[in-house]
């Protein structure tokens, strides 16, 4: 495991060992209009002599130099050589265009070694500009339109655009090839808006290799008023005093006049003020029966909402009050408070039972009577609840439990704890509280459990139960 993950580490620098003593980066990235640095070193060794180092691309030298004869340079306007050396030549690109990306070798003649080089793969970027905007102009009426564009200008490599939202649409994206080796990417978002996409949020995502830019827009969609009336409230009486209507309208752009009409035609009744986007109703009379309308206007046209106005003689009678209601949903809280406690309590208790019996007997033979009395101790609350309880004799097993001697097999105590179940529902029938005591094989846990002994050798209960 460990060689891999070492040869992992050293991958980078594979190819400068088996390049042996020239170093380059092997990667490069420079961006248009802009110097590129390109260093190659050669490392020192007294038995090997540099004899030149020359930097070529594609076949073709750019730059050569030599201890004997010093420097030579292609293009002196594009390219230098800072500084040669025997063991140092690095190249400067002057002003990076797109068409100087590729390969770059620094190759380097050895004697007695001979020829070894080391390449370098430089890449060409140019940073575009970005922008993006929602199309104002975008309309509510059905048709698929542009609602934003998204433009990454001049970038080298072409930008990738991707757009966020919630709202369903399809992208379109046009490249198209710039100038000097850049591309110049439109990305449209096409939907059909409607009035709800108004004001919600798009993002154009712009990825490129110099940056990853998000641009978060608001969907701008023009559509005509969309009108709503408040404050009819059905219960609209001869004699009423101070009632309004209140009209609210959405639109872009936004509403620039409401007005209130009959629908009819008629004027408005003397007995109405309308303010605005209010209609105020003093006092109500005959005159206010009948339908109202709100128009609302905005640049695109006019829309109306129909407020429908029916007085009554008399105030509605109104069935329930509120009092009325919070008691009823009380009570049937209460009902089911109590219902949950008792299916809670009884559940446990056979829960208890049939774990404890499991494989002994099944509940479907039931076995009731046994021809022996039940012994039983049932203390009925006449508010002497707290009052010791006084048992027949010693309050543990041997005083509570039936008096099933040892001869008695184990088949009759089943048919008495049999008998107590059914007892039990039959109990918790009553009203009141209760504390009992019943003969079972687990009297002794519930009462360490519920019940507490006095020094008097009575018990009362610790907790009471109340059914
Ligand atoms: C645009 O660029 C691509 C790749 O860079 C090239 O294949 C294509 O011919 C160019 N198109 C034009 C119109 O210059
Ligand atoms: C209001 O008009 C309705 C019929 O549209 C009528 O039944 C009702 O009695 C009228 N109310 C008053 C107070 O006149």
Known sequence: MRCPLLLLLLGPLYTVIQAQQIYVKETLTGIIDQEAILPCTISSDPNIR?????????????????????????????????????????????????????DYSCEVTLFPAGNRKATTKLAVIAVPQNSAEANSEALANGEEQTVATCRSSNGRPPSRITWQTSLPGNVTTIMTNGTNGTYTVVSRYVMTPTSQADGMPITCNIDHESAAVPIPLRLSVMYPPEVTVEGYDDNWH??????????????????TSYTWKTADGSSLPPTVRAKDNMLYVDEVDERVNRSFLCEVTNALGSRAYRQDVLVREHAMQTQTNAGAIAGGVIGVILVLLLLAAIVFIVIKRKGLHSKQDRG??????????????????????????????????????????????????????????????????ERFNEVGPMLQLRPHPQIGAYLDDDMESQTDGSIISRTAVYV
């Open 50 to 102: 540099v004899s030149q180092i020359m930097w070529e691309k594609g076949g073709n030298s750019i730059a050569v130099y030599s201890p004997q004869h010093g420097t030579h340079v292609s293009e002196p306007n594009r390219y230098q050589l800072l500084e040669p050396s025997p063991s140092s030549a690095t190249l400067r690109i002057l002003s990076l265009r797109a068409a100087e990306e590729g």
């Open 238 to 255: 001869l004699k009423r005093n101070g009632v309004f209507l209140t009209c609210s309208a959405k639109g872009n752009p936004h509403p």
């Open 360 to 425: 002994t007997y099944s509940p479907k033979t039931r076995v009731f009577g046994t021809g022996k009395p039940s012994q039983e101790f049932t203390y009925q609350d006449d508010g002497e609840l707290d009052k010791p309880l006084k048992g027949p004799g010693p309050m543990r097993d041997s005083g509570l439990s039936p008096s099933l001697g040892e001869d008695e097999d184990e088949e009759e105590r089943l048919k008495y704890k049999v008998l107590e179940d059914d007892e039990e529902d």
